[in-house]
C-alpha cells in the first residue's frame, strides 16, 4: 500500500534528522546510537536494525534524538518532587522555586514532568518564618503552568505536566475545580491520588479528615481542628461521597481531573520496600518515584498476524516473543545514552534502570484476528499477549542480569517476593530470586499515537481500539497554524487493499465510539495484572452518558485492582483535532464532530509518541 500523506509528513518533520527521508534511515541512526552502549557495538547494530524492522518501535524521542548532536533526553516523561518551602531542598525535596527551576530544564529538553503537590501547605496554613499566611498548592500550579507555556514560546516541543494532590489533602476541593474557567492550567493533566482509606469512606458513606502536617492558620481552623496521633493536623471534616462526587462530576463535565489509585499502584510496585511512590508521568502509564523516568518502547502486533480476515487467520505470538530480548536490551541501552535534564534523574535511572515495553496496535489486531474488542474471546487474546510478554521480557532481564549486572538496588530475595513477580512462572521466579534481574520494572502500556502513525501506518494506538476507520485529523504545525488530512487506519487500509473499497466491513471491526464503557474497562482489567508499571487507556462515553454511571465507573475500577482511570467524554469541553467521516459500508462508523479518546487531547498531542 502507498504511505498516507499524514505518515510521511508526520515520520520526516518529528523524527528525521538532516538528510534522512524514510524509515530505514531513522532505525540506522537509532540502532547505532543505542549499540554504542555495547561492549561490540558492530555485533549489535545490525540485530537493533532487524528487531526495528520486525516490528519494535522505540518511543518518540528515542526515535528523535538517539544518534543527533542534540541537547535533548531520549526519555519522554519523568516524575519530579516538590517540597513545601519556597527555596532550597529538605529532605531531599527541592523547594517550590528551585522545582520550578528543574521543571524548566526537563521541559526545554523535550521530556513532560508530573508532580504530587500535596507536600505544600494548604491555603490558610501557617508561615512562621515570616507571619503570613500559605497561599496553597493550586496558586503554584499556575505558577508552573504557566512557565510551562513560556517554555513553549520560546521555540521547545510543547510540554506537558501532570499535578496529582491526594483526597485527603485540605485544598483537594479547589484542586478539583482548578480547571473550572476556561482556560486555566492548559499546560497540566490533573488526577487525584485516591487511596484505599478515602474510596472505603466513599462506599461506607463516612466522613473523610483533610489534613497535613502543617498547622493551620486561623481563618483556616474550623470545629473539627486537632492534630492527630499521627502528627498531622486535622483541618476540616468532609463526607468522602461528596468529595467522590465533586471529583467525577468535574470529570464528566470537562475531562479533569482523573484518579490514580495510589495505594493499588504501591501494592503493586516491585520497590515497595524501597520506596514511596506518589504520582505518575502525564499520560499516567508510568507511576514513578521522585526523579524516575519512562523509558519506552513499543511492538507493533499487527506485523504478527497472518492470513488477516480470513478463517485461518492467526498471530505469530513465537516471531512476537523472539524480538522481546532485543527490544528490552535496546531500552536498557537507552538509559546509558541518553542526556539527563537533571543529575538526580540519572542517579535515579542507574540506581533502578526501569524500562517500559509494550505493545501497540491491539484494536487493528484483534480485527485482523476475526475478534471483536469487546467479546470475551478478544479479551482473553489480550491477556495472553501480554503474559506471554511479560514472561519474556522478564525473562529477558533476568540473562541481563547475568550478562551485565542486576540493577543497583537489586535485592534478589525481596524482589522475587512482591506481589507481581509471585505472579510470574516458578522457574523464572527461582532464577529472579538467586540472581537478580537488570531492571526493575520492564512493562507499560503506553498512548503511542504518533509512532504508531509515523511508523505503523496509523495502526490502533497502545491498547486502545480503533478511534474511527477513516476521519479527519489536525496537526498543529511548527508554525501554529494546524493543517487537516484525511486518515485511515491501517487495518482497514488492509481491508480494503484485500477485498476492494465497496467490501462491507466484517463484524470484528469495531471502533471505540461503538464499544460499551464495561466492555473498555474489562479489556484494561484482563491486561492488567501483566503490567508490572501502567497501562494509558481513555474510557470514551457518549456525550450523553448519565452522570450518575459515570461515577460508578471510578469505584468499580478501584475494585477490579485497575491502577488508575482517565474517560473521555466528547461534549467534556476539550478541543476536537479529530473528526470522524461518514462510512456507508461500515455499521459501526461514526459521522460528524468528535472529539479525540486519549492519546492527543490538545495536552497530550505533543505527548502522545511515548
Known sequence: MQP????????????????????????????????????????????????????????????????????????NCFVQPIGDSIGGREGGRPGIYPALEEAAQTLRRGGGVGYDFSLIRPQGALVRGTGSRASGPVSYMRVFDRSCEILESAGARRGAQMAMLRADHPDIEAFVHAKDQAGELTNFNLSVAADDGFLRAVENNDWLDLVHAIEPGAEARSAATRRREDGLWVYRRIAARQLFDAITERSWRHGDPGMVYIDTVNRENNLRALERIEATNPCAEQPLPAYGCCCLGSIDLTRFVSNAFGPDARLDLDGLLALVPTAVRMLDDVLDVTRWPLEEHAAEAASKRRIGLGFTGLGDCLAMLGQRYDSEAGRRQAARIATQLRDAAYAASADLAEEKGPFPLCEPAALANTAFIRRLPDALQARIGQNGLRNSHLLSIAPT??????????????????????????????????????????????????????????????????????????????????????????????????????????????????????????????????????????????????????????????????
Not at 504545525?477 to 493543517?483: D, E, V
Open 4 to 75: 498516507q500523506p499524514i505518515t510521511v509528513d508526520v515520520l520526516r518533520e518529528k523524527y528525521a534528522a538532516d538528510g534522512e527521508t524514510d524509515i530505514d534511515a531513522i532505525q540506522a541512526r537509532v540502532a547505532r546510537a543505542l549499540a554504542a552502549a555495547e561492549t561490540s557495538p558492530h555485533a549489535w547494530e545490525q540485530g537493533f536494525i532487524e528487531v526495528q524492522r520486525q516490528g519494535f518501535i522505540p518511543a518518540g524521542r528515542i526515535a528523535a534524538g538517539a544518534g543527533r548532536d542534540l541537547d535533548i533526553s531520549l526519555i
Open 449 to 610: 499515537g504518533t509512532i504508531s502513525l509515523a511508523f505503523a501506518d496509523n495502526v490502533s494506538n497502545g491498547i486502545e481500539p480503533a478511534y474511527s476507520w477513516s476521519y479527519q485529523r489536525q496537526r498543529r504545525l511548527a508554525n501554529g497554524t494546524r493543517k487537516t488530512y484525511q486518515v485511515e487506519d491501517h487495518a482497514y487500509r488492509l481491508y480494503q487493499a484485500q477485498f476492494g473499497p465497496d467490501a462491507a466491513l466484517p463484524d470484528a471491526f469495531v471502533s471505540a465510539l461503538k464499544i460499551g464503557v464495561e466492555d473498555q474497562m474489562a479489556m484494561v482489567a484482563a491486561v492488567t495484572p501483566a503490567i508490572d508499571s501502567g497501562i494509558s487507556k481513555t474510557v470514551n462515553l457518549p456525550d450523553d452518558y448519565p452522570l450518575a454511571d459515570f461515577q460508578d465507573l471510578y469505584l468499580s475500577a478501584w475494585r477490579r485492582g485497575l491502577k488508575a482511570l482517565s474517560t473521555f467524554r466528547p461534549s467534556a469541553g476539550r478541543e476536537s483535532v479529530l473528526s470522524a467521516s461518514e462510512q456507508p459500508k461500515d455499521a459501526s462508523a461514526d459521522a460528524g464532530k468528535e472529539n479525540m479518546p486519549g492519546d492527543v487531547c490538545p495536552l497530550c498531542e505533543q505527548q502522545a509518541d511515548s
